[in-house]
């Protein structure tokens, strides 16, 4: 995923309801993946050509990739938290986890539709 694309997680983030406080702690990583045949910077190394070929995703056609980097860090979040098991508190307190069921019924109190 390249610098534009990763952008995108926060959205993805917010579309969870969290990321927006001070005390969130979002910290992104990004990977880019193409172009790795390129030479490194070398600012003293003579003759090199002028420019090197390139390959990218035309700005008409990204915002596919945008949406998708998004919804893949929402359906991680999700994934996460579905996977979370019962707990206790350092009190004794029950923290139950979330299961899918509670969490459908939950979204569709609010009006949420899977359609």
């Known amino acids: 995923m390249g610098e534009r694309p990763s952008a995108s997680t926060a959205a993805g983030i917010a579309r969870t309801g969290g990321g927006t406080e001070d005390s969130s702690g979002d910290?992104?990583?990004a990977f880019a993946t193409?172009?790795?045949?390129?030479?490194p910077a070398d600012?003293?190394?003579k003759g090199l050509p002028f420019s090197s070929a390139l390959q990218m995703v035309n700005n008409d056609h990204i915002?596919?990739?945008?949406?998708?980097?998004?919804?893949a860090v929402e359906e991680a979040i999700i994934n996460a938290i579905l996977a979370g098991e019962d707990m206790f508190t350092d009190q004794g307190v029950?923290?139950?986890g979330l299961d899918g069921e509670t969490l459908l019924?939950?979204?569709?109190?609010?009006?949420w539709s899977s359609a």
Not at 34 to 39: F, H, I, T
Not at 63 to 71: D, G, K, R, T
């Open 27 to 29: 910290l992104f990583v």
């Open 34 to 39: 193409g172009n790795q045949d390129l030479p």
């Open 43 to 45: 600012y003293g190394r």
């Open 63 to 71: 915002s596919p990739l945008f949406s998708a980097a998004a919804e």
């Open 94 to 96: 029950l923290v139950p």
């Open 105 to 111: 019924t939950a979204l569709r109190k609010t009006g």
